[in-house]
Nanobody, 127 residues
Framework: VQLQASGGGLVQPGGSLRLSCAAS????????IGWFRHFPGKEREGLAC????????YYSESVKGRFTISRNNARNTVFLQMNSLKREDTAVYYC?????????????????????WGQGTQVTVSS
């Protein structure tokens, strides 16, 4: 499975960006996909995820109401629409295969599933 993240760039505060995560390879369409971001010197933060089966979504509180995750199954691509961007959203954004559900062994929706990651895409929010 290969994940290709794209769509980052420079945007002014209050602006919008849409990130894409294109999946390819055998069984790639069976994985839930999550979006993460990484701030220098801090742990990676899970933002949102979407299941492969029925499109169920989950959002972290930090982005709920501003970010929307969606999936185009025909293109095997997951999107992250980011609105009302703030300077503190500046980070490298990644997509990865995750469980996107609670299990008997973890309440972490962003628990890795398969260990597949896309390369990061830089988002810079600045005037």
């Amino acid at each position: 499975v290969q994940l290709q993240a794209s769509g980052g760039g420079l945007v002014q505060p209050g602006g919008s960006l849409r990130l894409s995560c294109a999946a390819s390879g055998p069984t790639s369409d069976t994985y839930a996909i999550g979006w993460f971001r990484h701030f220098p010197g801090k742990e990676r933060e899970g933002l949102a995820c979407i299941s492969s089966s029925d499109g169920t979504t989950y959002y972290s509180e930090s982005v709920k109401g501003r970010f929307t995750i969606s999936r185009n199954n025909a293109r095997n691509t997951v999107f992250l629409q980011m609105n009302s961007l703030k300077r503190e959203d500046t980070a490298v954004y990644y997509c990865a295969t995750v469980l996107c559900r609670r299990t008997s062994y973890s309440n972490d929706y962003y628990f890795p599933d398969g260990g597949y990651w896309g390369q990061g895409t830089q988002v810079t929010v600045s005037s």
